[in-house]
């Protein structure tokens, strides 16, 4: 896919670690994007010490104020303040702030423990309420960034982390798995998305400095039918694996719409 100066990619949660990522790449490879920041100031500082320039950053990226249950801010990022022009893909990695209580059965949950379906269903509405305004648009693809763990086919996850998936991070992982159900019956001819590709990484580590992570290409790829199993996986991998095969590679990223993707170091 060669960068378009008319296209761009619309971001969700861009402050976290995998999405950040994936944008660092996608700005420096001369793509235009849109991103949602409750803090702006925030998401700049983080790009620029990845190694992007401000007139970089000033010209090929808009940041829209707001939160993911802001849907006014919402569409803005989707149609970069314009009455005709809908990002031609999403990207997304919302996600909620792990959070300890005092259980013995689910001892974890998250600051907000249903942020991902939340998320998901405004984008939806606001892709809704956007063709409902127009009859000339074209959909956008999504990726979202999930978790191994919440499959019902396969299991994806390797025995020694078994019971901190499927008991400690239950929660968490239902938002997930309710996240996914979204995006699945709201792709297609019927739905609000062209297509979809869901990523299930392995238990994340490390931050999001593009630098830090063991490289791409090393990483196993899986799909829920025969998933790639493992214990571990960096993040920064994971952002540059989105923007490898969904962002940047059209033919390879195309090929995987549709599928549930597992990766692993």
């Known amino acids: 896919m060669t960068p378009s ?37 925030k998401l700049t500082d983080m790009l620029l010490a990845q190694g992007l320039d401000q007139s970089t950053i000033d010209s090929r990226l808009t940041i ?17 303040n314009t ?3 809908i990002a031609s893909q999403i990207i997304s990695g919302i996600g909620g702030t792990p959070q300890m209580r005092m259980s013995l059965t689910r001892p974890v949950t998250i600051d907000n423990p249903e942020i991902c379906a939340t998320a998901t269903k405004n984008i939806v509405q606001v892709l809704q309420e956007i063709y409902a ?18 499959s019902d086919v396969k299991e994806d ?41 869901i990523i299930r990484p392995s238990l994340l580590m490390g931050d ?13 790829v899986g799909q829920e039918e025969e998933p790639a199993v493992g214990y571990t ?26 599928q549930k993707v597992t990766l692993t170091n």
């Open 83 to 85: 009455n005709n022009t």
């Open 208 to 220: 999001h400095n593009v630098k830090g992570g063991q490289g791409w290409e090393k990483l196993r």
């Open 233 to 258: 996986i960096h993040r920064a991998d994971v952002g540059q694996w989105v923007f490898e095969k969904a962002v940047k590679a059209a033919d390879g990223g195309e090929s995987l719409f549709g």
């Open 5 to 41: 100066t008319t296209q761009f990619i619309a971001f969700f949660g861009a402050t976290g670690g995998c999405t950040n990522a994936c944008l660092v790449h996608t700005l420096n490879a001369g793509f235009h994007a849109t991103a949602l920041a409750r803090t702006p100031s």
């Open 157 to 197: 996850v390797p025995f020694g982390f078994q019971t901190l998936y499927h008991v400690v991070l239950a929660d968490p992982h239902k938002d997930k798995k309710e996240m996914e159900r979204l995006v699945t019956e709201n792709t297609g001819a019927e739905g609000v998305f062209s297509g979809a590709l």
């Open 133 to 150: 305004s127009t009859t000339q648009h074209s959909k956008p693809s999504i990726t979202v960034i999930s978790t191994t763990g919440v």
């Open 64 to 80: 829209v104020k707001g939160d993911i249950s802001d849907i006014a801010a919402i569409k803005s990022v989707i149609t970069n």
